[in-house]
Every structure is written in C-alpha cells, then in structure tokens.
C-alpha cells in the first residue's frame, strides 16, 4: 500500500475538514440542482404532450364542425376546455364552437364558451372573445353587459373594433353624443393603427381595399348619426 508524504497528508487532511464542514451542502446543491432540470423536462413533455392531445381534439372539433354536428362539437369544445384549458387550443376552440353556436341561433352556449375565453384566455383571444360576447349582448339587448365587456383596455389592433362596438351599444340605446363619441374614437384608432402598421395583422384582418370599406362603414355611421369625422 503506498505511503502519502506529509504534503499529501495535509491535503488530504484539509480536504477532510472541508468536506465534514461543506460535504452536506454540496450534496444539498447537486440534489437540488437534478430535482429542477428533472422537474422542468417533466413539466416540457407533459407540456408537449398537452398540446399533443389538444390539437388532436381540436382537430374533431374542426371534422364536427363541417359536419354541423352540435352535439359532437359541444363534447370536444368542453373536453377541451376541462382537460387542455392551459392549452391554446382551448381558446381557438370555445371561439370556434361559439361562432358555430351563434350561427345556429343558440346563444346560450356561445356566451358560456365566450365566457370562458374572456376569463381564461389571453392577449387577442380574450379580446376577441369580449368583442364577440359583447356583440351577442347587443342583439339581445342587454347593453350595460354589453358595454361592461368593452370596458378597460384592449390590444392595440382591437381599439378601433372596441370603439365601433361600444358605438353600436351606445347608438341602441339612444345616446346619440356619445356614440358619435365612440365612432369617431374608433376612426382616430384605425388611422394609428394603419399609420403604424398594427393594422396589417390586427382582429381586422384589413389590407387594401378592406381597410377602406371599414372605414367607409364608420364614416355611414357617424353620417347616420348626423355627425362627422373630427
């Protein structure tokens, strides 16, 4: 067995010091260290996985869809919505099934699956979601629902719709002022977002010609109004 020299005693000696003073931190850091990578690929995959299965549903949704099957495309729009709910599909789904719901007259549902994106989803589908809901409110009547939906912020590619809804509610219920208020808001916030280029990927959907019939129909409602664009 070979021999250490005192050199290599002292080192040894020190390493041992070392180690009974820091030796269970040390481990305490490696461990904590492997138990986070670990957990954050387990939180990918099962993310990757989610999102998997969500575009899978999504997609019978869609097959639903074009079948005009209700019944199907309510039990996919609500498995969706219960079990991939941290997913975009879900958002993209209860729109989808919304629109589906408001086009066969059953406004019911689509103001629970509206409901849903507008306190769960995030960005422009929740501000999508509040434009449609509020526009489902309109046609029933129920304006101050309807404008609370509008209320607060909005991305900046929604402004100008936000403000041209808030019109229609206001103009419903008689306020004349402030609905010519809200259409000449909603024509200033075009004319930025045109001017800075948000308009070209807004809720819109405008280029070209498209950008000009939406204005033109704000301009027949302030006109119907009898006021013009400031």
């Known amino acids: 067995m070979a021999t250490y020299d005192l050199e290599e005693q002292e080192q040894l000696a020190e390493i041992k010091v070392w180690w009974k003073q820091h030796g269970s931190l040390l481990i305490n850091v490696i461990t904590a260290a492997s138990l986070t990578v670990i957990a954050w690929q387990g939180w990918s995959w099962y993310q990757r996985n989610q999102s998997v299965q969500a575009s899978m549903v999504y997609n019978v949704l869609q097959k639903a869809v074009q079948d005009k099957d209700s019944q199907r495309i309510k039990a996919a729009s609500g498995e969706l919505l219960e079990k991939f709910g941290s997913t975009t599909y879900a958002s993209l789904g209860a729109l ?110 405008r280029q070209g010609q498209a950008a000009a019939v939406y204005r033109e129909l704000l301009q027949q409602k302030l006109d119907s109004l009898g006021g013009s664009k400031q």
């Open 96 to 205: 989808t099934a919304a629109k589906t719901m408001i086009d066969s007259t059953d406004a019911k549902t689509a103001k629970v699956q509206l409901l849903w994106v507008v306190e769960h989803g995030k960005d422009e589908f929740r501000d999508l979601a509040r434009l449609r809901l509020a526009a489902v409110l309109l046609d029933e009547k129920a304006y101050d629902l309807a404008l609370k939906q509008l209320d607060g912020s909005a991305s900046p590619g929604f402004e100008a719709r936000f403000a041209d809804t808030r019109g229609d509610v206001l103009s419903a219920q008689g306020k004349k002022a402030e609905a010519l208020g809200a259409y000449q808001t909603a024509l200033t916030k075009l004319d930025e977002a045109d001017k800075s280029g948000k308009g070209k990927n807004s809720a819109l959907g």
